[in-house]
């Protein structure tokens, strides 16, 4: 915040009200009760980045003063992790605040440029990288058992037990596609009918809502993704969507309904409850493996789902391998760094959060650090490499597999 | 045909604003058995009473109506004016149009429509009023006074000073509560102990208090002047007569500084024989029945028999439960101290050397586990000491309120740790509460004292280099702010006891959202609960530091000398009675009494000329308290409850729904 004078013609007092609903939160409307103590700006990874950190954003935005607050790259350094919110003692929803401040700025001043041309870049392609949208099955093409893509079972009218959505990053970043593989190979070796959506999946609408760009105009480009999504994966008659990646098990759970306007007509189940379900039922059979690791929360998945317990309980029911926490672990996790689209908007600080918590997975002497989201795990993969960190970066699906198949 | 006045209240614009109160005494007065009908802008003052008794003086009217505020407010205060114009004071009733109706809406001409209907109802159902004669019933002269906290203690002195018998009933082994493991005391930093003591000392010795420590009450039946309270004495294991608290047992015990002990809230071990600390009242021997070896297996040498040159050890002793007798409760059940365990950000029970507020008092303490030097889990003197305030309170994700006391004893702690260690101290706050006598003097002295404030939440406590780090924003600068320091004071916030609601249904009070017991106004009745003859003093009813629990401990012990002061009081005629002309003893209504008032009787009568006997209920006048439930879950119509009949209730309801909308 720069220093000087404010004055009434800074303050425009209707700024709060005007925020208005985005997905569900209305926006702003709770920042008149925050009590200004600091918990959220010691809390966020990126504060120290940050020209206004999120309690003085929360008091500008109190204040009305949007011209400076929405130019700034402030907004645009939150993770939306909601370490902020987790700790708020008032409540205050922050991080869908400042999903609608985004949103405001676009409004008001346009996106940045970055963002600009994500929104564009899933306009034309329906993914987050622009790749042609059929290279989105390229993961599974030389798999021995290649689960069949959701047009062939809707044209074979074969019944599935789940379809699978992978998500932008497993799918088009071949650095992870060992992920989507690794999940697919555990429900194959389940005996789990799957299909994949293949090109047919569209981007989820994380990036978009991440981005500011949800809205869009004259059409809502989250809309469009949704009903497409919705739609494709009903026409399959499938009971049950399988969702491995954390922001887009979080954007189907808690904002697909919403904007669909009815029921989903089917069940979203995140990878990690999926496999819970089958080793409680005996379907899989971990051999052992003497490893010591450490679970990181992903964001999406833990503190903002509530999905703690599962990715654990896998972990546990692999004999022999013993799980160390992190003192920051649950509701307390550190992001690793790779959300709230930083990557894209401030690569350095993206790395500086990840090598902070690498190095809280590293000093549990755990062998390895395993999470279970493709942004995790290339975050804290990048930090490992950059910082020579003796300490092995996976997926929960990958050792689970590893354990289920005695590789 | 009745004789009816009916009264329409303004109540200043309050029903006025809303309602029209002219149309309503308009449309009153075409009402059967009306001969009167008025609005009056405040009913409640003296020409508005007089205007209604000479009413009646004038048009001989024999019931009365007045539409107005709640009953709640002023029924009493019409009843007496009934009364004083020479009428019987239930020939009253209330049609509430302010809370029920002008409050509620804007809409002038619905809130008209609903207040012609409440009146309708009200006349319909005045009409069938019966004359009631108010009961007279005796006051008790002895109190229960629960908690033996200084706010307990407080309120058994000055009733029993004031010539009454109390019962001091205190559920750990030693009076005293939380005050006695306080080192000093705010701002005026008296030791709290030299001040406490002596009252614990006179509590236990004054003649009109009888000590029940170690005792829990497990029922209260009755009613105000009369309440039975059944009170259980746990086992000591050790005779009380005999006792002469030596401590030898203590010595002899196997377990001897092996069990973490309450008082020093764990940071010292005591055996499962024990004192609970050299200034305990009663000084007595208890025997934890949950770690004594003998009680648990059944296999211990039990050497503190042995030890007991008194033979005052028995391990056969039984909980014993004793009935008492009283007019007036006291619950003065006190606080915990929140558990911060749950807020993982602060490594409590994880992190060493990250303790609570009650253990930096027993760390500072003379009589405490160091002997009163404030030292690390590696004994050594530690170089920066940090206070985090607020935990647990101020916050939605645990108890929304403010703790009160919190502000003041991290700032005594402050103070303390200056003058002992000489370290560094910190104290990281949101705002400083300091608003009692004395209280921002003595933040100002701290501030003197070279204690560093940084104002904003300590977010976590992180471990680095062997030290805890504690972070946060100071907010006043905006910049993120990382102290080490070699310990971490949390400043625990207040709760409720964690069995406050099996107490309150023990006891008959209520609960607010906070989990407290709640008072029977806020601010005009702050110690009363809604159940008569039970008071409220201390931290059971919410945060208090020492002067306000005491405070409110001669308040309430003021209430209860009030209540004794006389020697009948006058009950509640409004209740269930049974028609045994029409009763045939099937007693559903004994199981759904809250009250236990109902039970059966055998009556004799003569059938065709042939005596016979049968069962029927009957109702204890003086336990009833007119709730309705019997009257209810009759099935034959025999139980009926006065001033609430079925005849006057559907007379109500029936003007309500089947009259003429008006």
Redesign the interface.
Known sequence: ?SPGRITLDDMDSQFLGSLGNHLGTKVGADFANC?????C???CPS??AMDD?P??LVRMASLGLWKEMLSGRSIWQCLTCASCQ??????IEITGGMLGLRREAGRRLGLPEGMARLASTVDGARNITGDANENRALWCDDMDVRPPAVVEVVQSGVRVDAVYFAGCVASLFPAVYSIPRSVSGVLAAAGVNLAVMAGEEWCCGFPLIGAGAADGSPVNRLETLVRHNVEVVKRTGAARLLVSCPSCYHTWKHTYEKVYGAGLGFEIVHSTQFFTELLDGKRLNPQPREIAVTYHDPCDLGRKSGIFDEPRAVLKAIPGLELIEM??H???SKCCGGGGNLEMNDPALSGEVAKSRLAQACDTGAAVVVSSCQQCKRTLQGAARKEKARIKVQDVAEILLQAVSGE | MRRIGVYVCHCGSNIAGTVDCGAVAGYAAGLDGVVTSKDYTYTCSDPGQEMIREDIRRLNLDRIVVAACSPRMHEITFRETVKSAGLNPYYLQVANIREHVSWVTKDREEATRKAKDLVRAAVARVALHDALDVPVIPVNHQAVVVGGGIAGIQAALDIADAGHKVYLVERDPSIGGHMAQLDKTFPTLDCSACILTPKMVDAAHHPNIELLSYSEVVDVSGYVGNFTVKVRRKPRYVDEAACSGCGECASACVLKNRVPGEFDRGLSKRGAAYIPFPQAVPLKAVIDAKTCLFLTRRKCTRKCESACARGAIDLNQKAEDIEINAGAIVLATGYELFDPSGL??Y?YG?LPNVIDGLQFERLVNASGPTRGRILTDKGEQPESIAFLH?IGS????NNRYCSRVCCMYSMKQAHLAREKTGAEVYEFY??VRASGKGYEEFYERVQGEGVHFI??????I??RDGRLVI?????LL?R?IEIPVDMAVLGTGLVPHANARDLARIFHVSVGADGFFTEAHPKLRPVDTNTAGVFLAGACQGPKDIPESVAQAGAAAAKVCALFSMDSMEGEPAVAFVDDSRCTGCMWCEPVCPYKAIGPETVAEKVQGIAVERTVARVNAALCRGCGACAAACRDNAMNLKHFTNEQVLAEVDALCLGNRS
């Not at chain 2, 972070?471 to 907010?475: G, K, N, P, S």
């Open positions: 915040m009590i200004q103590c600091g918990a700006t010691a809390s504060a120290h950190p309690r003085r987790a700790r708020c003692p008032r409540g003192r920051f649950g509701m307390d | 993982t950000q490594g994880i607020c101020r916050d939605t994700n949101i705002d104002r904003g939440k300590a977010a976590e992180l471990e972070r946060a924003e100071d907010t905006g993120l």
